[in-house]
């Protein structure tokens, strides 16, 4: 008797693939030339090909807990997912980032508690939330603001890449900050003028054209995350 993932693979290849074969052989003789770099968390509940309605050569993809980004220079070890937005930027030469958090996200509630000791390797690559939290009591609400307030601490680490920097001041690339409640099949993305996410359902944009004059302000004045911090400042 197959097992259940051996039964899955064979099902792929006889149901399912046949009628992708065209599509797969193009993409192996053309190359994959996909326009967007999805950065969203491991979370087995965030699906970005239903979401996005991509299918195969469409998303670059790389995810991670907590879909964080790692800091440019490096400082915090080795990092895959560094080496993904590199080879993104340079060698696709992508068109759009997003990063793409999410609700009831384990990653982000993480920096509410503790992680077993023998996460090393988890416990340090949290720190990449860190600056998202809120001095608050722990309730579902802090948990969403910390969720959307890590995907904009994200973003701005991103704009730390020279190569993605460059890009989006020349306007080559589009930032997008999307946060998914799983249980509303509903995406909200960040809309840097207003300053907080919007549901994709009422936007106007899905985080693009806006970023890039905002980016050249917030580069005088570091504007960005403190906007938003003042705007999610804990009420008294
Ligand atoms: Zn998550």
């Known amino acids: 008797m197959p097992d259940e993932l051996l039964t899955r693979l064979r099902r792929f290849n006889t149901d399912y693939f046949p009628q992708y074969r065209a599509q797969f052989k193009d993409l192996v003789d053309l190359g994959q030339h996909p326009t967007t770099l999805f ?17 195969p050569g469409e998303l670059f993809m790389v995810r991670n807990v907590g879909a964080f980004v790692p800091p440019y220079d490096g400082s915090s070890g080795l990092h895959g997912t560094a080496a993904a937005i590199e080879y993104a930027v340079l060698a696709l030469q992508v ?32 720190e990449l939330g860190r600056e998202a939290t809120l001095p608050v009591q722990l309730s579902e609400e802090a948990l969403r603001r910390t969720e959307e307030r890590s995907v904009v601490l994200q973003l701005e680490r991103l704009m730390d890449y020279p190569m993605v920097r460059s890009r989006v001041e020349l306007g080559q690339i589009a930032l997008h900050g999307w946060h998914c409640v799983i249980e509303d099949g509903e995406v909200n993305v960040f809309d840097v003028n207003l300053g907080r996410f919007v549901p994709a359902s009422s936007a106007d944009h899905s985080g693009t054209g806006p970023y890039r004059a905002h980016a050249e302000e917030e580069r005088e004045s570091g504007a960005l995350f403190n906007e938003i911090n003042d705007a999610w400042a804990p009420k008294a």
């Open 95 to 126: 068109q759009h980032i997003i990063v793409c958090g999410h609700s009831h996200c384990g990653g982000i509630r993480a920096l509410y508690g503790e992680v077993p000791a023998e996460a090393t390797n988890l416990k340090s690559w949290l």
């Open 39 to 55: 950065i969203g968390c491991s979370d087995s509940r965030l699906v970005p090909y239903m979401l996005t309605g991509a299918g």
